[in-house]
């Protein structure tokens, strides 16, 4: 039995993740949280820790012989000042890495963010792909990510970073509500070409991203961008709109280059009104939506991944009352090839409940 810890547990993604290793077999799963939730998830045993306090992690890690963890929780832009995006989410890694050497802890996943690789981008991007991070968000993770493979490297933790685009799905409380409200009002302008394309990843396609990861169980430290679809951004406001509203009205456009220009005004405006925290718009959300979005992800692909979530998946799961139960994945029918590319007798072969 696969024992994983999931940090960020009561998050969109870190709940979604939970959802989707809920429904197969091979797991027991825990939930770090810094408050138990009155709502628990059925299966999923949850352990109370603060990223800025290591000896709570050594704490919640204490005895349990946790073979992965996989790290989602940290600091996000809404109302976060600038420093507590290190203060979580550098230092609070660090914590964490050092807490997970003590407890033996096998392997180390840490779902980053593509908004490391900057604005200047030749599309497709690649992982390898030169990073240039520009808000203090994007600067955290990318710091992380490199505290992570030197120290994984240094310590023998096999380590993966998953970097995937703009999340959303169930429990969404960041990227929808604003989205939502501004759909709702027309307000929502498509900046740039109506056809440019942007990208999204749901919590389950992150699993199974997850899931194929742990099999592949290489020693080196390796990076992979997360995708489930691609899609116009026209066409992501009048779906969502058709849904809300029940009509498609007259949209708002403007010019890709009056979008970016009026975003580093607003971080210079911020720099001078609020320097302690990062603006609502600033030029990485300028390109996420204003500009083509997509990343290449074959080398994911080239695991076995498959993206189960599409955009219908996605409003569906954000707006009915019922969750999105995780589809099946095609590669755990192959159960001969999979079985023969577990490494070590701990992790046994998942299957389908």
Partial sequence: MEKLLITGATGCTGLGVLRY????????????????????????????????????????LKGKDIDTVLHIGGAIRQKTKNKDFYRVNVDGTNNLLKACKNANVKNFLFVSTTSVYGTKLEFPVKEEHKTKSIGHYSKSKLAAEFLVQIYCEENGLNAVILRPPIISGRYDRHFYPIVKNLVKRNIFPIIGKAEHLVAFAHPYDIAQAVELTLMEKTTKVETYNVVSFNITIKDFIRRLEKKLVGKNRFKIHIPYLIAYLGAFLIELIGFVTFPKREPFFNREYAVMIGKDWIFETSKLEALGYKPIITIEQIIDDIMKEEPLIPPKTEYLGEFEEVAERYRTKELQVIREE
Wanted: charged residues 20%; glycine residues 10%.
């Fill in 21 to 60: 290793f809920s429904y197969r077999n091979g797991y027991e799963l825990y939930g770090l949280v810094r408050k138990i939730p009155t709502q628990p998830l059925d299966g999923v045993t949850y352990v109370t820790g603060d990223f800025t306090d290591y000896s709570s992690l050594l704490e919640a």
